[in-house]
């Protein structure tokens, strides 16, 4: 099977004027100005195939939008080789457009001052969709996410939430095979993060389509992800299943005991994270853990005790920090 | 995508809002009549001193005024909000939105905005017009109306050309809404024809913003003072203000990197 995106030792560096601060070294940037070379990507390859779900992790800064934008088209590569679809996005060719949706949860493209359903046309003229297929499908999306009664209000009228609904039925109007969504859920609340996960798997499930995600919820990753690409400093630090992920990174696992008798020091058996009355959280090496266990039950009265790996989020953590203090 | 249907989606959407917010139509109502007003007391003042200027009778410079409020009207309408929405994109990084569109980058950032209100600017022109036409008891002809025509029309082409020209600008200055005051103290030079201004102020009008082209050569349409070789030559500068003004698009398209990355 041809892989629906392919990038091969992609890299964009940006020239950045610099200066120092101050009103002399503004004067001098004037006719003599410095550039400095910010590899925002910096040699990475993956490819993702038809269909698949893929999380794009890494902190601020790391070039996941970068990435996104060579993708889309908006960026030219400062070298390597990019392929969407059988189609090279740089040339930003029409049948490529219309086969593909970028959405930025930090801006939107539906005009403030319109209601949705006007926007929604626009769209479809833009894309060229036809009557009837353009009906069947926003009428489908409007129930999915449960928009009926607000796509006759104008865009500034909504919630934040509400919008980020709007934009994400307006972005898939044209049904595009190829998905970047660049944190589509950023700044909304719990219930509306889960609706609009929700929307985005059955919007993949439906239509087979290939969606390459970046957010900083791991709740987002853990529910649509199986696999995921952490990125840091523009290069690639780990591509494959979220669970190995999980496996290759976090050495430890968390002990939860519940005591009769809370006073009883547990120090002994790992590291204690915390203590809640009578419930200890403890922090053992993976290897340890079978061996703490049982000698927690031998030596101790214990009500309760639970195992579990590492929250994801601490895992990511700890493998950017870890490769921090490599370099 | 057809282009003119695409433009056509966008001018009804807009339309159709617009319709909704009445009172803007009675305020724009209001500001054509002082416009109209200033403009008539202006008239009458020079009137009060001599009969001719640079050649151009009272009900000649009526019809001078007629265009350059018609032509206003077609700014303000359809270019300057879609321009400023434009530089708004480019500012916030939203033109990516329009970037990955199947469809010309250019056209689409061309047609996105419409205020309907302000073609009330466009009516009044027309009416200032027709009643400069009456006073001067002409006779129109199908050549001079089709003269007329087409030099409002390649008028209007060139003043958006030098519009998106200095909106291309803001890919590599990010800000440029000044100068759409700068623009419209230009424009407002319009109201009489180029010929009575010093020859330096004249060749800024005609070359560098073509107001000369946009006001004064469809006036002169009007009052029979066009020759062919004149539109000809407004016809090269067109040509001349599209092909240069898409190039600088072009340029500043492959400058842009989004506000942020």
């Known amino acids: ?327 | 995508m057809n282009p003119i249907k695409l433009a056509l989606t966008y001018l009804r959407i807009g339309v159709l809002n617009e319709m909704q917010y009445r009172i803007n139509f009675f305020i724009q109502l209001l500001q054509s009549f002082i416009s109209v007003a200033t403009g008539l007391i202006g008239l009458s003042l020079v009137f009060g001193q001599v009969n001719t200027l640079a050649g151009w009778s009272r009900s000649e410079l009526l019809a001078v005024m007629g265009v350059h409020l018609l032509m206003g009207g077609v700014i303000r309408s359809i270019i300057q909000p879609n321009m400023e929405r434009l530089m708004d994109d480019v500012r916030n990084g939203t033109l990516d939105f329009a970037l990955t569109k199947p469809a010309d980058a250019q056209t689409l950032v061309s047609v996105r905005e419409f205020r309907f209100w302000q073609l009330v600017d466009v009516i009044v022109g027309m009416v200032v017009i027709s009643i400069a036409f009456v006073q001067l008891k002409g006779t129109l002809g199908i050549l001079q109306l089709l003269g007329f025509l087409a030099a409002l029309i390649m008028g209007g082409v060139m003043l958006y050309c030098v519009w998106l020209m200095v909106t291309s600008i803001s890919f590599w200055v990010i800000r440029v809404h000044e100068i759409s005051n700068l623009f419209e103290g230009l424009y407002a030079a319009g109201r009489w024809p180029v010929g009575i201004y010093p020859d330096w102020l004249r060749t800024g009008l005609t070359f560098l913003v073509p107001v000369a082209f946009a006001v004064t050569v469809p006036a002169e349409a009007l009052t029979n003072r066009l020759s062919g070789t004149s539109l000809l030559f407004a016809l090269g500068m067109t040509l001349l203000f599209v092909i240069l003004s898409r190039g600088l698009w072009r340029l500043g398209l492959s400058n842009y990197s989004g506000a942020s990355s």
């Open chain 1, 1 to 327: 099977m041809t892989p629906t995106i392919s990038v091969s030792k992609l890299s964009k560096h940006y020239k950045v004027p610099e200066r120092e601060g101050g009103m002399k070294a503004a004067v001098i940037s004037l006719f003599n100005r410095k550039y400095r070379t910010v590899k925002a990507v910096d040699d990475i390859s993956f490819s993702i195939e038809p269909g698949e779900i893929v999380g794009f992790l890494g902190p601020n800064g790391a070039g996941k939008t970068t990435t996104l934008k060579v993708l889309s088209g908006l960026l030219h590569p400062t070298s390597g080789a990019v392929n969407v679809l059988g189609y090279e996005p740089t040339k930003r060719s029409h049948d490529y457009l219309r086969q593909v949706a970028l959405v930025m949860g930090n801006r939107n493209q539906l005009s403030w001052d319109l209601p949705a359903i006007d926007s929604f046309e626009l769209q479809r003229a833009i894309y060229g969709i036809p009557v009837l297929e353009f009906k069947k499908t926003r009428d489908d999306f409007i129930d999915l996410l449960e928009l009926k009664d607000l796509v006759n209000k104008p865009i500034r009228n909504l919630s934040l939430g509400e919008r980020m609904k709007m934009e994400i039925v307006g972005a898939l109007l044209h049904r595009p095979k190829v998905l970047f969504l660049d944190e589509p859920t950023i700044g909304l609340d719990v219930t509306m993060q889960r609706r609009i996960r929700a929307f985005i798997k059955e919007y993949n499930q439906r239509w087979g389509a290939t969606v390459l995600l970046t957010s900083h919820y791991m709740a987002d990753v853990e529910a649509l992800c199986k696999r995921v690409i952490v990125i840091h400093h523009g290069h690639t630090l780990f591509d494959g299943e979220l669970s190995s992920l999980v496996t290759q990174f976090s050495s430890f696992k968390t002990l939860g005991v519940t005591l009769p008798n809370p006073e009883v020091d547990l120090s002994q058996y790992g590291e204690v994270l915390t203590r809640d009355g009578a419930r200890v959280t403890l922090r053992v090496a993976k290897a340890k853990t079978s061996q703490v266990t049982a000698n927690l039950l031998s030596d101790l009265q214990v009500d309760d005790l639970t195992v579990e790996d590492t929250p994801i989020d601490d895992v990511i953590d700890s493998v950017f920090t870890s490769t921090e203090e490599t370099k």
